[in-house]
């Protein structure tokens, strides 16, 4: 689904000093865009980087501006799909479950927090399903990894989760963007 490696825009935010990580960034975008009608790159660049980077004009900025454009532009055409093919932004799954786990709990928060952000001109009627998932992602927000060595049962217990923020996302997005059920019509 991503034109980028989780690892390369992991390592772009981090070469560009922005304080917030890439899976709490991906979160901030898709609750943006779930909440409003149209949440464009550069106001994406403003949530994450101070005035300096996005005015400098030098070839590493460049970089990462590519970079999260591309992750912007594939999450847009994810989530307006027909397929449903939205996933979150996560570490591979050859990462340490401890790892993915606490990168889960960031892109729900950072969810959260995009989707609060944006402004409620399109949830003024929030279903209670809808209402239900954001209770969900808070709790799954609040999550962490426990100490000891994980199991296989806990690996499955991981992409169940996952499985389920996705799902919930695309649920999310779908109510709050009616518009979308005309274009799938025509």
């Keep these: 689904m991503f034109g980028i490696k989780f690892t390369v825009a992991a390592d772009a ?5 922005s304080s917030v990580v890439i899976t709490e960034a991906h979160g901030c975008l898709c609750g943006a ?3 409003t009608e149209d949440y464009p790159l550069t106001d994406w660049l403003d949530e994450l980087f101070d005035a300096s980077f996005q005015q400098a004009d030098n070839s590493e900025s460049a970089i990462v ?8 532009t594939d999450t847009v ?3 307006r799909s027909e397929d449903m093919e939205f996933a979150p932004f996560l570490p591979e799954d050859d ?3 401890a790892r993915r786990a606490d990168a889960l709990a960031q892109w729900c928060q950072g969810f959260l927090y995009g989707f609060g952000s944006v402004g409620n001109e399109r949830r003024p009627d929030l279903s209670t399903e809808a209402t239900e998932i954001l209770r969900d992602l808070a709790a799954i927000g609040r999550a ?3 100490e000891t060595e994980p199991t296989e049962e806990d690996e499955s217990d ?5 499985e389920y923020v996705r799902v919930s996302v695309q649920l999310v997005y779908d109510e709050l963007a009616p518009h979308r059920a005309t274009h799938r019509l025509q």
């Design 33 to 35: 865009l779930c909440a």
């Design 13 to 17: 935010l981090v070469a560009a000093n």
């Design 65 to 72: 501006r590519d970079h999260l454009h591309l992750l912007h």
């Design 77 to 79: 055409r994810a989530l």
């Design 144 to 146: 962490s990894a426990g």
């Design 95 to 97: 990462q340490p479950l």
């Design 158 to 162: 991981y992409a169940e989760i996952v």
